[in-house]
Structures are given as structure tokens and as C-alpha cells.
């Protein structure tokens, strides 16, 4: 049971470039999101999805989108990779609405030059 | 955007030691307030968690305490081991947890 997965691991862009971080559950979680974590900051929620089909903005969602066309997968796509976004992003599923437990992957560390 | 006050920022505990981390939030409506823990190099994960109808929750040697008139809660690691250094999230939410709020983190240090 492999869990939350995100690849890549570690990348480098280029100002103006973009890319897409993938993410992967295999629990049937219905419920996915994407966080990003800067120093001292803690977590701020980028996208979130209830579902195949359902996705909705976090607090910082700008700079960013997000499809989700299967239950497991949850792709980021960044349009446009500003030095503002770099920071490690985390992908995260939960199986309940209400309050459960958030199962995290390893995450992606994301640098803009 | 509502808050989660997180504190210290850093703390060095000797092994065998209390860790203390502290909370406060300022949504009387949140209902639910989990801790996570992460390593370096993973994701967080969830260490323990409360609702505001108990006062304290014990898990081994990880205790929240919780105080609703004063809007504050608190993580205790008793007897502090080298194994439980990691950065320390609390979080707050109402209802479901897309309205999670995490607090900004406590790196935690505990020397042998």
C-alpha cells in the first residue's frame, strides 16, 4: 500500500516556465489537496477536491490549477513558474469530510530561477 | 483568514525532558484541533488530535490539553526522547477539513 505519491521529488525551473506535479493515492480517498510549506510558515492550502470531477481554491491558489479526472490522481499544473512559488509542496487525501486524518506524500521540492 | 498562534518557534528539550508547544486560535466555532508531526523530508503526519468537549487527550506520551474559555491548546511530549525531534504543526478547523488552519510550526530538538 503504497499511500500518497508525488513525483517529482525535487525539480528546478525557469522563470516563465511551467510543469505539473503529480499526485497519486491509491486508499479511494475521496477527497485530495495540495498544500505548499515555506519556511516559518507552516501549510497554506493551494486547491482541494471532494472528488472526480470537483475541485475548489484554497487560500492561495493563484499562480496555480488543478484537474481532477479519476479519484486517485490530483495534478498541480504551475502556468508561468514565478521565484514566488518556490517552496515544497505537498499533496494530501483523506477519506472523510469531517474532520479525519490528512495522509500526506513526501513531497516536492519546487525551486524558480 | 482566521489564525492559529503557534509557540515557540524553536525549542531544545535535554532527553528525558517536557516538551511544551502551545497553541491559541481565535474561531470559538472550531471543533476540531490536530497536531501533526514531520520529519525532515516527509509529510506531516497526524500525531494526535481533539474536540473541544474533553479537556485532555493522552496518547503514550503525547498529551493535548485543552482550554476553551481561553482558546488555547497545547501538545506535552513526556519524557522527551532523540526520536521525537521534528517540526510540530498544530492545526484548527471547523466542520470539514478544507477549512484546516495550520499554525506555522515548532522545530523541536531534544539532545541525548
Known amino acids: 500500500n503504497a499511500g500518497v505519491t508525488q513525483t517529482p521529488k525535487f525539480r528546478i525551473l525557469k522563470i516563465g516556465q511551467s510543469m505539473t506535479l503529480q499526485c497519486t493515492q491509491d486508499?479511494?480517498?475521496?477527497?485530495m489537496y495540495w498544500y505548499r510549506q515555506d519556511p516559518g510558515m507552516g501549510l497554506k492550502l493551494i486547491y482541494y477536491?471532494?472528488?472526480?470531477?470537483?475541485?475548489d481554491k484554497g487560500e492561495v491558489p493563484n499562480g496555480y490549477n488543478v484537474s481532477r479526472s479519476t479519484t486517485e490522481d490530483f495534478p498541480l499544473r504551475l502556468e508561468l513558474a514565478a521565484p514566488s512559488q518556490t517552496s515544497v509542496y505537498f499533496c494530501?487525501?483523506?477519506?472523510?469530510?469531517?474532520?479525519?486524518?490528512?495522509?500526506f506524500g513526501e513531497g516536492s521540492r519546487l525551486t524558480v530561477l | 483568514q482566521q489564525q492559529v498562534k503557534q509557540s515557540p518557534q524553536s525549542l531544545i528539550v535535554q532527553k528525558g525532558g517536557i516538551s511544551i508547544i502551545n497553541c491559541a486560535y481565535e474561531?470559538?466555532?472550531?471543533?476540531?484541533f490536530p497536531w501533526y508531526q514531520q520529519f525532515p523530508g516527509k509529510g506531516p503526519a497526524l500525531l494526535i488530535a481533539?474536540?473541544?468537549?474533553?479537556s485532555e487527550k493522552k496518547e503514550g506520551r503525547f498529551t493535548i490539553s485543552f482550554n476553551k474559555s481561553a482558546k488555547q491548546f497545547s501538545l506535552h511530549i513526556m519524557d522527551s526522547q532523540p526520536g521525537d525531534s521534528a517540526t510540530y504543526f498544530c492545526?484548527?478547523?471547523?466542520?470539514?477539513?478544507?477549512?484546516?488552519?495550520f499554525g506555522k510550526g515548532t522545530k523541536l530538538t531534544v539532545n541525548p
Open positions: 492545526a484548527s478547523s471547523q466542520g470539514g477539513s478544507e477549512k484546516l488552519v
Open positions: 486508499m479511494n480517498h475521496n477527497y
Open positions: 477536491s471532494v472528488g472526480a470531477g470537483i475541485t
Open positions: 494530501a487525501s483523506q477519506r472523510l469530510r469531517e474532520a479525519g486524518e490528512l495522509f
Open positions: 474561531n470559538t466555532a472550531f471543533d476540531y
Open positions: 481533539i474536540r473541544p468537549d474533553v
